[in-house]
Each structure stands twice: as C-alpha cells, then as structure tokens.
C-alpha cells in the first residue's frame, strides 16, 4: 500500500510542473448586439461561413431572460441569470430608490450594481492579463474588479480604432500582454431597430460586420498570432420585428392608480405606489389580458428564472412575440425589438469559435450564453466560481 502511495506521489511530482509550465491561451470574445442566428444564414457572411469550416458553430444562442443587453452580457461574463448577478435590466432602481440605467455613466462604475464575478475578475486572480474594448460592467471603479486594460465607452467609436486596439494590445511585450480580450459591436443592434429584421440595412451591416471579422484575422496573422488565437463570435439576443397593430398601452388598461413602472418594450415591470392596490392592477391587466401575459412576480415561471431578485416589481408583464409594450405616451418608435420570451427562436442570437482549442467543421444545437463563463475557466483551466448557473457538462463537447 505504502509502495502504491509513492509511485503516486512520484507520478504527481511528475505532471504538476508541466502543467503550471503550460503556456496561457489567448481568448478574443467578440459580441455583435442583437445579430439574430438567422443573420448567418443568408449568404452574406463569408467570413462566418470560413469560421464554420475551421471552427465550431451553432444553431442558435439562447440569452437569458429577459433578452435584453445588460443583462446578457452580464449572463455571459459571469455564468448566472441577471435575477442572480443583479443587472435584471438595462435600467432598474433598488430598494432605496437608486438608479442603474446603461447610459448613466456614474452607475456603471459604481460595483454596487454587479453581484456576480466577472470573468476578468477570476482572470486576474489567476495572473491572467485582461482586456476590454467595451463591454458592460467593464468600467467599475474598484481596479480589482474590471479588466487589467478597458475602454470608455463610446458609441462612435470607429470600426477601425477597436480592431487597432486589439492588435496593439496583441503586440505588447509578453509580460504586458493580454490573454482574455473582449470586443463589442453595437450596429446589428441598432440598425435592427431602426430598419427591421428583413431590411436592406440590416444586411448591409451584417456583411459589414462579417468582413471586419476578415479584416481582423487576417491582422491577427500578419502578426504571426492566428495559431495561438482562440475567437468566440457571439450576441446578446436575436431580434423581432414589431406588428403595425402590436402597440399595447399599459396605462390606458391600469387606469388612474399611481405606480412605479419600469417599462420596456418586452416586459413592463410595475409596482402600484399603494401595495394595497396590487391585486387591484393585476386584475385591471388580467382582465385585459390579451397579446401579453401578466403575472405576479412568484408566477413567473421556473423556466425564465426571473422572480427572486429583489428588485423585480410585484407585478411583470411580458409581451407576446412581436407586440410593444408602452407606458402612456412613448416617442421612441423602433420597428423591431428584444427582451421577450429568451426560448423563443427570434430572440437567438449566433455562436461561432475557431482556435485551436475548438473543434474543427463541428455543429452543434442550441448553446446556453451561461455556460460561457465555465467554457473559459476550462479553456484557461482555472477554478472558476461554483455559485453560478452555468455548467461545463452542457458546452464542454465542442473543445478538443
Ligand atoms: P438595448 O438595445 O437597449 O438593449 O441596448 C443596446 C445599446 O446598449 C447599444 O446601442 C449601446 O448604445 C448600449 N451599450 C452597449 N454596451 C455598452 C457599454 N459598455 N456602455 C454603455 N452603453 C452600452
Ligand atoms: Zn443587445
Ligand atoms: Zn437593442
């Protein structure tokens, strides 16, 4: 027994050295808004279309809900569903009446608002040098929770000036240089608001989007980087266009009761001022139900896992696929929208990765934007944290 218990000892004293001696990989995260899964498949994405080749694809990516940017980014960096890492919407007030809005550039610095761990965090307390050009919840003011090297974000900001970007933090000396690097597009997003899922436009930006994708490899190989690269292509959400009748206003059926809305055009979340009045609203809605559904915060179902946070409205409604929700008068008129039901296809979003820790010419299903998280613990073969609603068991096949 004793004889057993040094040969393993000695074969342990063996693989450990050579495993803390295993180079780091590279990782290039790349998220391009509310590029639906169908955007890929209309023959317009060459450069896509070569990564499916080489690399690993699939069907769809499914956001978690609500499908909406914040949130999602923040489901992706940190494996947990936004109920649990705190950004339950682009804009949400807490408890004491504090407000987070993605536009308020002292909120999303404040750490406060982020419950989960980022994966830049997990990073650098493994000695991994981490990047961003943009990505949500990046700016945070305490240093140890954000990327060693970020961005401001600019919504302007050329196309040019971030592919630069990046290849100028590849070519920072070795001890300088960052390993885990994210990159964000807002065009599809924006543009499928404006013009609709099906418009000349959306094209247009979609090949647009495919090519700097070209561009950007093909940089990466002139600075002799393409074998040692690891890129996930992903989005946040697909997108829906809106119906010419599918405006539903919501204070024309709650009628003169004063509440505290949170309203966006999938899920309005409303709180009457007077609690008594809860279950006066809900029934107003209930009534009306027609094209949305409406539930009291503990009805929303299981399947959403959208009903613990604390800062959840006691009342939720959740629009129908294609219907707008708004609140009173709204001059914001966006002809396609996100945010509703997060397993309804339209609101799949796309998943391409190529290096060489993927598979090659590999195919698969649906994939889970919480299981990225655990993906890049696995592929930097760090310990990443437990409390999370991401699982390597549903992703891990599609690594070599
Ligand atoms: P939405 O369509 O409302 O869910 O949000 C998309 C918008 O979020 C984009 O058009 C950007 O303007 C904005 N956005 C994305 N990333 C950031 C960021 N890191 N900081 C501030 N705003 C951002
Ligand atoms: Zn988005
Ligand atoms: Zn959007």
Same mark, same amino acid.
């Given at each position: ?5 040094? *040969?393993?000892?000695f074969v342990l004293?063996?693989?450990l050295?050579?495993?803390?001696s ?5 990782v ?6 509310g590029?639906?899964?169908d955007?890929a498949e209309r !023959?317009i994405?060459?450069?896509?279309d070569?990564?499916?080749?080489e !690399?690993?694809s699939a069907?769809?990516?499914?956001p978690?809900?609500?499908? @909406?940017?914040f ?13 649990n890492h !705190?950004?339950i919407s682009n804009f949400f007030?807490?408890l004491?009446? /504090?407000?987070?809005r993605?536009?308020?550039?002292n909120?999303?610095?404040?750490? *406060?608002?982020?419950w989960? =761990? ?8 493994h000695? @991994?040098?981490?990047?961003s ?5 990046? &700016?945070v003011?305490?240093?140890n929770?954000?990327?060693?090297? $970020? ?10 000036n971030k ?6 933090w590849l070519k920072?000396?070795y ?5 885990f690097i994210?990159? $964000?597009?807002?065009?599809?997003d ?15 930006t979609v090949?647009v %989007?495919d090519s700097l ?9 002139l600075?002799g980087m393409?074998d040692s690269?690891?890129i996930i292509?992903?989005s946040?959400?697909g ?5 010419q009748?599918g405006?539903i206003? @919501?204070?024309d059926i ?5 509440c &505290?809305v949170n309203?966006?055009?999938a899920?309005?979340m409303?709180k009457?001022?007077?609690e008594k009045n809860?279950?006066l609203?809900?029934?107003r809605l ?9 539930y009291?915060?503990? =009805?929303?179902p299981a ?8 800062y959840?409205y006691p009342? *939720?409604v959740v629009?129908?696929?294609g219907?707008k929700?708004?609140y ?5 008129n966006? *002809?396609?929208e996100?945010?509703y ?9 796309i998943?391409?990765a190529v290096?060489?820790k993927?598979k090659q ?5 649906t %994939?889970?934007?919480v299981?990225i998280?655990?993906?890049?613990? &696995?592929i930097f073969k ?9 699982n390597i068991?549903?992703?891990k096949?599609? %690594? /070599?």
């Amino acid at each position: 027994m004793k004889k057993l218990f040094n *040969v393993l000892l000695f074969v342990l004293f063996c693989i450990l050295p050579i495993k803390a001696s295993e180079p780091q990989p590279y990782v290039l995260l790349i998220s391009l808004d509310g590029f639906r899964w169908d955007y890929a498949e209309r !023959g317009i994405t060459p450069n896509l279309d070569k990564i499916k080749q080489e !690399g690993v694809s699939a069907l769809s990516f499914k956001p978690s809900f609500p499908s @909406i940017t914040f949130p999602n980014h923040l489901s992706i960096i940190t494996g947990m569903y936004p109920q649990n890492h !705190g950004l339950i919407s682009n804009f949400f007030e807490n408890l004491y009446g /504090e407000r987070y809005r993605l536009s308020d550039s002292n909120a999303v610095k404040n750490p *406060v608002w982020y419950w989960g =761990e980022a994966f830049w965090e997990t990073a650098r307390r493994h000695k @991994i040098i981490t990047a961003s050009y943009y990505w949500p919840g990046s &700016e945070v003011w305490d240093e140890n929770r954000r990327p060693n090297y $970020y961005k401001a974000y600019n919504h302007d900001e050329p196309h040019e000036n971030k592919i630069n970007g990046i290849i100028e933090w590849l070519k920072l000396p070795y001890n300088e240089r960052p390993h885990f690097i994210t990159l $964000y597009f807002h065009d599809t997003d924006s543009e499928g608001h404006k013009y609709g899922t099906y418009s000349r436009q959306i094209d247009s930006t979609v090949a647009v %989007l495919d090519s700097l994708i070209g561009v950007l490899r093909q940089k990466i190989e002139l600075i002799g980087m393409k074998d040692s690269i690891n890129i996930i292509i992903l989005s946040d959400h697909g997108m829906t266009n809106i119906r010419q009748d599918g405006i539903i206003n @919501i204070k024309d059926i709650i009628g003169e009761i004063e509440c &505290e809305v949170n309203s966006s055009s999938a899920i309005t979340m409303i709180k009457p001022k007077d609690e008594k009045n809860i279950e006066l609203v809900y029934n107003r809605l209930k009534k009306a139900e027609r094209n949305y559904k409406v539930y009291y915060k503990s =009805e929303v179902p299981a399947y959403w896992s959208f009903n613990k946070n604390p800062y959840i409205y006691p009342i *939720v409604v959740v629009a129908d696929i294609g219907f707008k929700l708004i609140y009173g008068k709204s001059t914001y008129n966006a *002809v396609a929208e996100h945010g509703y039901d997060s397993h309804h296809i339209d609101m799949h979003g796309i998943f391409f990765a190529v290096g060489n820790k993927f598979k090659q010419n590999y195919r698969v299903g649906t %994939l889970e934007n919480v299981d990225i998280y655990p993906l890049l613990c &696995e592929i930097f073969k760090i310990d990443g944290r437990s409390n999370i609603d991401g699982n390597i068991n549903r992703i891990k096949y599609i %690594l /070599e």
